[in-house]
């Protein structure tokens, strides 16, 4: 079970920071990811840490968002800085990557229920 929170609504420039709680039997330690949805519009990959800890992220974000993970591994985190009107979206996490890019959606088999942030 994956589980985000951490949303809220904040000012352009502000930040938020959101963690994901992962229990059960996900196998959480391989490769995590950060995606965001508006809606009519497709699952934007956001960042991705893997086992060794090097982060990936969506050049959109690049040097304003970062991923990361407590030691256990139970929960991953986003710190959002600098936020931005076009970081409005609903952020998700996943886990249980199955191999491909790091930024298909597709490519990931567990999921969180989601957590709005609304910049403005």
């Known amino acids: 079970q994956l589980v985000e929170s951490g949303g809220g609504s904040v000012p352009e420039g502000g930040s938020l920071r959101l963690p994901c709680a992962v229990s059960?039997?996900?196998?959480?330690?391989?490769?995590m990811g950060w995606f965001r949805r508006n809606p009519g519009k497709e699952d934007e990959g956001v960042s991705s840490?893997?086992?060794?800890?090097?982060?990936t992220y969506a050049e959109s974000v690049k040097g304003r968002f970062t991923i990361s993970q407590d030691n256990a591994k139970i929960t991953l985190y986003l710190q959002m800085n600098s936020l931005k009107l076009e970081d409005t979206a609903i952020y998700y996490c996943a886990a249980g990557f199955a191999g491909g890019s790091v930024f298909r959606a597709a490519n990931y088999g567990y999921w969180g229920q989601g957590t709005q942030v609304t910049v403005s």
């Open positions: 059960g039997d996900i196998y959480a330690s391989y490769c």
């Open positions: 840490i893997d086992s060794d800890g090097t982060a």
